[in-house]
């Protein structure tokens, strides 16, 4: 059994487990790393297996495909054919001689590391949120909105009693449900986009009745939990001294700007705010992997351009779970076949390929739908802080921008420390652009999410040495 | 009211104890630092290295380590990874965590 080829997938989420079921299906050795201690990421995000949930589809929606995911999985588990390598980071994927060798660290500590080889590798990293800055967004109880939810459905706990959620996106939907059903009071849903958008992209919105039921089920959901919905709103303001106590909304103009006099203030102790999304594609930037913009470059095939390498759900764009489902589907497919040394007949999955279509113009249908104010940029005060690593205010960056000419997020970093901290700039790196006027491009990590603490700490202060050199030193493990 | 727990039908084991800066606060089995910290209310637990400002969970996920904590004596933890173990001493973490 040992010659049978092997491949190893990254992410265990939709597209991750979709790719490992298919390949597995197929006749080729899986490893499934991902870094959480269960499957199922950020959509099908189970709560930790000591709270010992006996209802978590409350949480969830479509739980069926999840439980056959799970159930698929467990079968390859059992079978020998799928190995599932939990909390395992992965920091790092090598080519050399067309194998592959995953280097990952291990557990929340990230400080053991283990090398994992295989013959390809699937890339199923997801993406995380953008959310731009806007006064007062640094202060606790204010949270990314996906971060609100994965705390929800993983640790099953809610970050206060009263929450605003705000932003733009259909996750909002979601997160602004399973508080509500959590038991928080949700004083109100604001969100920039405008209803009569959504009118204008019928034809694709017609193309998924599914989907559109999914929508109008939120929102019915909305309404029996009483919260009320603010389109064409946004937060342009959040209060409070050492937590968060309110947030200013006001309604937005026809150019994206705030409508003057229409402001109000609402109480709250939890804001769950967020922009979109953006592609996990650190990995594949360091196996040389083309990019489109900000995704993953793809053929039908799923195939990256880099042999050995496939690619699928939201590192490849942004489109929600279903067509993470359909492309891991497609990708697991396509790798196990080749992996056997034949030359895929895409006739065997074209229902698949149908709804990845259909979902891809679906995706891209919202994606015009929901953005963030035209004129968000206006809001940020010079005092805000856009780097939350750094501390690095709006108008360091505009100073940057305004006196010394700095042109791209490259030089802005340079010059401001913007995007040089701990998260190495995933979350300022949209605000950023924002406000210097320049495109987000990829940022050419030296190491994938998410990087050893220690070897970052360590090129910040050399104090920081200290937790790395001595792994004994008391954690918990 | 409802709460997640209940609304999950979690029937985790007992609770047991840790410390926040030196008081005690109950935790669950399965619940990392931050699930804890917030289920006590708390949702600060970082002041930055430069304005001293706190700072918990932000992100959820691992991503962007605003949630940077002390366990057991060491700084730089992602709360919302870590998961608790009975007699955890949690510390608030103050720049870096490091003395100097
Ligand atoms: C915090 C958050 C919460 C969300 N909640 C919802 C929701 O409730 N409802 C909804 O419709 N959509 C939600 N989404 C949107 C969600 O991204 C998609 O619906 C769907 O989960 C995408 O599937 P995927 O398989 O492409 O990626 P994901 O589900 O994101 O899975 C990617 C997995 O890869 C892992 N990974 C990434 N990089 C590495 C690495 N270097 N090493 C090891 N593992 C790695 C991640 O930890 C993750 O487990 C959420 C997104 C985020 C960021
Ligand atoms: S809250 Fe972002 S890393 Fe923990």
Redesign the interface.
Known sequence: MTDRPRLAVIGAGPAGLAATVAAAAHGVRVTLID?A?QAGA?FYRQ??????????Q??HHDWRTWQRLREALDAHVRAGAVEHLTDHHVWLVERESGRFTVHALLG??EEDAVAVSADAVVLATGG??KVLPFPGW?L?????A???????KG??????RTAVVAGTGPLLLPVAVGLA???VKVAALVESAAPRAFLRRTRALAAQPGKVAEGAGYAARLLRHRVRTLARHTVIEAHGI??LEAVTVAALDGEGGVRAGTERRIPCDTLAVGHGMLPHTDLAETLGCRLDGLRVHVDGEQRTDVPGVWAAGEATGIGGSALALTEGHIAGRSAAVRLTGGTPDPQEWVAAAKSRTRLGEFAAALDAVYAPPANWSEQVTDDTVVC????VTAGTVREAVAQLGAGDLRTVKLLTRAGM???QG??CAPGVVGLAGCELTASRRPFA??VP?GVL?EE??Q??T??HTHPT????S | MSSPLDLAGARPGPAFTVTFDGRDIEALPGQTVAAALWAAGITSWRTTRGEGRPRGVFCGIGVCFDCLVTVNDRPGQRACLLPLQPGDAIRTQEGTGHDD
């Open positions: 870094a201690a950020q709560p930790a297996a000591a709270l010992r949930a006996g209802r978590p409350a949480l929340p500590e995380y949120e640094t606790p109880g204010v949270v990314t996906g971060g609100a939810q994965a705390m929800l640790a099953l706990v809610v970050p206060g059903a959590a038991g050492d937590r939350r690593c750094e501390e901290g701990w998260c995933r979350i999410r998410p603490l700490a910040h202060s104090s920081t200290r937790a030193d008391g954690g918990p």
